[in-house]
């Protein structure tokens, strides 16, 4: 895989989400953030609200190994390692736009602790592709989420990184009193009530 990006119809969608969170307090966050590609679009338009800050997650290691909930034969070009680029790839495309620096922290998202993260997060993109990735950034994101807040998974439709969807899935049997969700091309997005 030399390049990857999320489609633009993607990413309008995550633009207008992100747009419908402008008055609720918080932070933004992204879970997974590979080359800065969608990071870049984030922060372009959180210009317009200055107030609002922008951290990244990634490993910059590439994939993490698969377990058995992200196995599926279509997937099968997503190994360890792959989608592995560095911080300083992002950094630079940052400045390279005159956007303001995000907050960038290099871990997997396991690793990370609340010192990591913002109090307080009104929009988390999650595009961290497995099970446990999804799973993880799900726990480590609404402990912190506002009312009104909203969380976008990428890949929820895509047959080959199957994961993202049983995570979603579970996460909303166990919250759907808690939260609203509908589906936007292969996104799941989750709204707290």
């Not at 080359?35 to 984030?42: E, F, N, P, R, Y």
């Not at 950034?137 to 990184?161: F, M, Q």
Request: proline share 6%; hydrophobic share 40%; net charge negative.
């Amino acid at each position: 895989m030399k390049d990857y990006q999320i489609p633009t119809r993607e990413t309008d969608i995550i633009v207008a989400e992100l747009q419908k969170t402008a008055d609720i307090a918080g932070d933004v966050v992204e879970f997974g953030c590979y080359a800065g590609d969608t990071s870049v679009i984030l922060a372009a338009e959180l210009k317009n609200n200055p107030d609002k800050w922008l951290y990244l997650y990634d490993s910059f290691e590439g994939l993490p190994e698969k377990t058995a909930a992200d196995e599926a034969p279509q997937g099968w070009r997503f190994q360890a390692g792959e989608l592995r680029v560095s911080e300083d790839t992002v950094a630079h495309k940052f400045k390279k736009l005159s956007l303001p620096d995000p907050v960038i922290k290099k871990a997997w998202f396991n690793e990370l602790t609340d010192d990591d993260l913002p109090s307080s997060i009104s929009f988390a993109l999650l595009d961290g592709d497995f099970y446990e990735s999804i799973k993880v950034s799900l726990e480590k994101v609404v402990p912190r989420l506002n009312p009104g807040g909203i969380i976008v998974v990428h890949d929820y439709r895509n047959p080959a990184l199957p994961g993202s969807a049983k995570a979603v899935n579970e996460f909303m049997d166990a919250h759907a009193d808690e939260y609203d969700f509908r589906l936007a091309a292969t996104l799941a997005i989750l709204v707290k009530k």
